[in-house]
């Protein structure tokens, strides 16, 4: 039964792994497509970084829409994380959603402190190496949520204190722990506690320092997330953090990295498609389960129409196949009042009318069983039957509807038959039905009407009828 809450989805005790991209494994089109990308991406920064001095087009505005841009997209891809934390609690999705709330929150800090982007100085601390540590910082908290996502994404189930919140609760204190950590990184800034980066308008030799520690923990990230791969997430957020390489590679091979130069908009083109690469994932697999569920529900409503439909129809199956032993049930009790009227009183025929009806009651809650068990999922009860026996059954089932018609039966059984193993009520309910329908064949073919198995073409001027070594006659014998 589908749970109605993201809630009762959470505590589903692991019974069933919903399909979200942070369980699906990742296919092996993933890992080619992701690795295509990883390979464009290497042959672009190849071509442009022989560029990256060279002075290109001013665009005052690319910096606040671009990095604007990359604030949208972390927030919101931290936002699909936490819905999918909601519906399968895990502290890794916890970890790295808290990596894109201070990641967003550190490029929108930077772009306000950017000198020239919305003051001359900056807006937090108004001194050149206040960007250059924001941007630091954005560049070092998404890394380390990434190796903690790694290290706890195997979990099962959430360690410590969250173990017991529910899921909006442990999405809330995420959330404020991200927002704190932002806020206690900026105060340090602002109250002079870090060194300047900047000796007039230069950069210090320090920022190199800090651009080859921040690329190592970037690649760190990435050979942790390659060896421990395993689901769609995985696949992408080894694009998502490539990509941060090669802005941090021209900082390193550039003491200054020119603003507007070829490698300052590349560097900013590439962290802007590393924070839309799990979100456009994110969106294009919601999309295909959301595809998959609409198929899901079609066909559900498909077979909901059809079972409804055949409604009709089982009704129609469980009144034929309860006639019969009604009907006898009804007739042996009208003969045993009867056989009462009598003077002197026959009690072995009185005896033999209510064994007969207590036969037909318990065949006609055997057959109510074997409706009910149709739709249970249990196996079938196999018995060893003898076919011989059982075909003796069904003719004494019958005996009163041949009488009535004017009917006789005379059985021809082979002797000697093996015995099967088969579910004993639907063997006699087949046999049952074929000597009813020939029945009622012969009732329709008139007086000198006879059946017989082994006759001629049914077309004769006998209408013989197929039904094993057995002939029916009305009223003449056997020939």
């Given at each position: 039964?589908?749970?109605d809450?993201?809630?009762?989805l959470a505590?589903?005790?692991g019974?069933?792994?919903?399909?979200?991209?942070?369980?699906?494994?990742?296919?092996?089109?993933h890992?080619?497509?992701?690795?295509?990308?990883?390979?464009v991406?290497?042959?672009?920064?190849?071509?442009?970084?022989?560029?990256?001095?060279?002075?290109?087009?001013?665009?005052?505005?690319?910096l606040?829409?671009?990095?604007?841009?990359?604030?949208?997209?972390?927030?919101?891809?931290?936002?699909?994380?936490?819905?999918?934390?909601?519906?399968?609690?895990?502290t890794?999705?916890?970890?790295?959603?808290?990596?894109?709330?201070c990641?967003?929150?550190?490029?929108?800090?930077?772009?306000l402190?950017?000198?020239?982007?919305?003051?001359?100085?900056?807006?937090?601390?108004?001194t050149?190496s206040?960007?250059?540590?924001?941007?630091?910082?954005?560049?070092?908290?998404?890394?380390?949520?990434?190796?903690?996502?790694?290290?706890?994404?195997?979990?099962?189930e959430?360690?410590?204190?969250l173990?017991r919140?529910?899921?909006?609760?442990?999405?809330?204190?995420?959330?404020?722990?991200?927002?704190?950590?932002?806020?206690?990184?900026?105060?340090?800034?602002?109250?002079?506690y870090?060194p300047?980066?900047n000796?007039?308008?230069?950069?210090q030799?320090?920022?190199q320092?800090?651009?080859?520690?921040?690329?190592?923990l970037n690649?760190?990230a990435?050979?942790?997330l390659?060896?421990?791969m395993?689901t769609?997430?995985d696949?992408?957020?080894?694009v998502?953090?490539?990509?941060?390489?090669p802005?941090l590679t021209?900082?390193?091979?550039?003491?200054?990295?020119?603003?507007?130069?070829?490698?300052?908009?590349?560097?900013?083109?590439?962290l802007?498609?590393?924070?839309w690469?799990?979100?456009v994932?994110?969106?294009w697999?919601?999309?295909?389960?959301?595809?998959?569920?609409a198929?899901?529900?079609?066909?559900q409503?498909?077979?909901?129409?059809?079972?409804?439909?055949s409604?009709?129809?089982?009704?129609?199956?469980?009144?034929?196949?309860?006639?019969q032993?009604l009907?006898?049930?009804?007739?042996?009790?009208d003969?045993?009042?009867?056989?009462?009227?009598?003077?002197?009183?026959?009690?072995?025929?009185l005896?033999?009318?209510?064994s007969?009806?207590?036969?037909?009651s318990?065949?006609?809650?055997e057959i109510?069983?074997g409706?009910?068990?149709?739709?249970?999922?249990?196996?079938?009860?196999?018995?060893?039957?003898?076919?011989?026996?059982?075909?003796?059954?069904?003719?004494?089932?019958?005996?009163n509807?041949?009488?009535?018609?004017?009917?006789?039966?005379?059985?021809?059984?082979?002797?000697?038959?093996?015995?099967?193993?088969?579910?004993?009520?639907?063997?006699?309910?087949?046999?049952?039905?074929?000597i009813?329908?020939a029945i009622?064949e012969l009732a329709?073919?008139?007086?000198?009407?006879e059946g017989?198995?082994s006759g001629?073409?049914?077309r004769?001027?006998f209408q013989?009828?197929?039904?094993?070594?057995?002939y029916w006659?009305?009223?003449?014998?056997?020939?």
């Amino acid at each position: 039964m589908l749970k109605d809450t993201p809630r009762e989805l959470a505590h589903d005790d692991g019974k069933e792994v919903p399909a979200l991209i942070a369980s699906i494994p990742a296919s092996a089109q993933h890992r080619r497509f992701a690795f295509g990308v990883v390979i464009v991406l290497l042959v672009a920064f190849a071509v442009g970084a022989p560029f990256a001095a060279i002075q290109a087009s001013r665009v005052d505005a690319f910096l606040t829409v671009s990095q604007a841009v990359v604030l949208f997209a972390e927030i919101l891809t931290a936002i699909f994380l936490f819905s999918q934390f909601s519906i399968q609690p895990r502290t890794g999705l916890l970890a790295l959603a808290s990596g894109y709330i201070c990641s967003g929150l550190f490029a929108f800090l930077q772009t306000l402190d950017f000198p020239g982007a919305y003051s001359a100085t900056g807006i937090i601390t108004g001194t050149p190496s206040g960007a250059v540590w924001l941007f630091f910082f954005w560049r070092i908290t998404f890394p380390l949520a990434v190796i903690a996502y790694v290290l706890l994404k195997d979990l099962k189930e959430i360690p410590g204190p969250l173990a017991r919140l529910e899921p909006g609760r442990a999405i809330g204190i995420t959330i404020a722990c991200a927002i704190a950590t932002t806020a206690g990184l900026t105060w340090l800034l602002v109250a002079g506690y870090l060194p300047s980066l900047n000796i007039g308008a230069a950069q210090q030799p320090l920022v190199q320092y800090f651009a080859v520690a921040t690329w190592s923990l970037n690649t760190i990230a990435v050979v942790l997330l390659f060896i421990r791969m395993r689901t769609v997430l995985d696949v992408w957020l080894i694009v998502a953090v490539f990509v941060s390489l090669p802005d941090l590679t021209l900082a390193i091979l550039y003491a200054v990295t020119i603003r507007f130069s070829v490698g300052w908009y590349m560097g900013k083109a590439y962290l802007l498609i590393g924070s839309w690469t799990v979100l456009v994932v994110l969106l294009w697999e919601t999309m295909m389960l959301y595809a998959r569920l609409a198929s899901a529900m079609i066909l559900q409503r498909r077979d909901r129409v059809h079972r409804i439909m055949s409604v009709d129809e089982a009704t129609s199956a469980i009144a034929h196949e309860l006639t019969q032993p009604l009907a006898a049930l009804s007739l042996n009790c009208d003969t045993g009042l009867e056989c009462l009227k009598t003077v002197p009183l026959d009690v072995e025929e009185l005896r033999s009318c209510f064994s007969d009806a207590k036969k037909d009651s318990a065949r006609a809650n055997e057959i109510v069983l074997g409706v009910r068990a149709l739709f249970r999922s249990v196996p079938r009860r196999r018995t060893i039957v003898e076919i011989n026996s059982l075909v003796r059954e069904v003719l004494r089932m019958v005996e009163n509807d041949v009488r009535v018609q004017g009917m006789s039966i005379s059985p021809e059984l082979e002797e000697n038959l093996p015995q099967i193993a088969g579910d004993q009520i639907q063997l006699q309910q087949v046999i049952l039905n074929l000597i009813k329908n020939a029945i009622d064949e012969l009732a329709l073919l008139g007086p000198a009407s006879e059946g017989h198995s082994s006759g001629d073409d049914a077309r004769s001027k006998f209408q013989r009828l197929h039904f094993g070594p057995r002939y029916w006659t009305r009223n003449k014998s056997r020939k």
